[in-house]
């Protein structure tokens, strides 16, 4: 079965800290996402990846960055942490175009 | 992005099937068209997906429309498990990377 794992499933941060979300996926996947998930606005795409190094933008970057160092490694970094960044956030891998494979999320504070 | 219109919600008894209907009438002749559900406290998970035949496999059933303007998720005998929030997505075609687009989806309550 393909996994899909996220650092935290519960994280609680001060505004203006530097947050990082980590996502392992361990079946040789291509293509990695972000996305967050609130309430009344469903999920939406933050970034994604089709190789190592690439990167490219979904439908609400701002505020956030990505690494992709390694193939099965996709990092979601909050460079300074606000309020409104307050979220369900869910990380997700595929092959090519095929279906994707979530993660448990992670609930993120900030206070 | 092709635009979807899901019912915000339908309700079903134990044991009874299930039609999730879906209207995607700007889709594009390369997009598949995904079903995904996501269960309480936990992220979506993949439930069929087709192009332009019906689609079987052990969770579901796709019928898809003629001219691909709509198509229906068929539970064959709900279950209490079966309780998510259904999301119908055309994409991931040609060389989007396999990027989708989540919509609302339709909240399915099953009654026992």
């Known amino acids: 079965d393909v996994k899909v794992t996220q650092s935290s499933r519960y994280l609680v941060k001060r505004t203006g800290e530097k947050v990082f979300l980590e996502c392992v996926q361990d079946?040789?996947?291509?293509?990695m996402f972000w996305y967050r998930q609130d309430p009344g606005l469903g999920l939406r795409l933050i970034y994604f990846?089709?190789?190592?190094?690439?990167?490219e933008k979904g439908d609400i970057p701002e505020g956030y960055s990505v690494s992709r160092e390694k193939k099965e490694r996709f990092s979601l970094i909050l460079e300074s942490a606000s309020t409104n960044q307050t979220s369900m956030y869910l990380c997700?891998?595929?092959?090519?175009?095929?279906?994707?494979?979530f993660g448990p999320g992670t609930r993120l504070l900030v206070l | 992005d092709a635009k979807t219109t899901q019912p915000n919600s339908m309700e079903s008894n134990e044991e009874e099937p299930v039609h999730l209907p879906c209207n995607h009438s700007?889709?594009?002749?390369?997009?598949?068209i995904h079903w995904y559900r996501q269960l309480p406290s936990q992220g979506p998970e993949y439930v069929i997906h087709?192009?332009?035949s019906n689609v079987n496999n052990r969770m579901a059933s796709l019928a898809i429309a003629e001219d691909r303007k709509s198509s229906t998720l068929i539970l064959h005998r709900a279950t209490l498990r079966d309780a998510a929030v259904y999301y119908c997505?055309?994409?991931?075609?040609?060389?989007?990377?396999?990027?989708?687009?989540f919509g609302q989806g339709t909240i399915l309550t099953v009654h026992p």
């Open positions: 997700a891998s595929s092959l090519a175009t095929a279906s994707q494979y």
């Open positions: 079946m040789d996947h291509e293509n």
């Open positions: 990846s089709y190789d190592v190094k690439m990167k």
């Open positions: 700007t889709i594009s002749g390369t997009d598949y």
């Open positions: 087709g192009l332009t």
């Open positions: 997505i055309p994409g991931a075609g040609g060389t989007s990377y396999g990027k989708l687009t």
